[in-house]
């Protein structure tokens, strides 16, 4: 009897620790999906504000942020730069990203030297 115990308690620590690398596994999952629908929420805003695309950024951010489930907590525009945050759940759990997106830093003035 003490070996079928002893069976039964190492198949239930295994069970419960592939649920939660299961959990572990699903939420990076979700993180990096979230981070992608932040970058291309980013990029669309940043587009908008360029002329590249018609529309306005922020609203280009929240059409491009809906195609991936996630809805959009803040857009701010800052001339040719977008930052927008994005947010959808993981289960029970509040899920975040932040992306920036527009033209590279003007780095004339570290020219020479």
Known sequence: MAGTAGAVGVIAVLAALTV???A?????????RLASA???AALGAADAASGAVPGIPCERAARVAATASVDVVSCEVNGLIATVRVSSAFGPFPAHAVARAGPPPDDSAHDGG
């Open 20 to 22: 939660s690398l299961a």
């Open 24 to 32: 572990v596994g699903g939420a990076a999952v979700h993180g990096q």
């Open 38 to 40: 932040a970058d291309a």
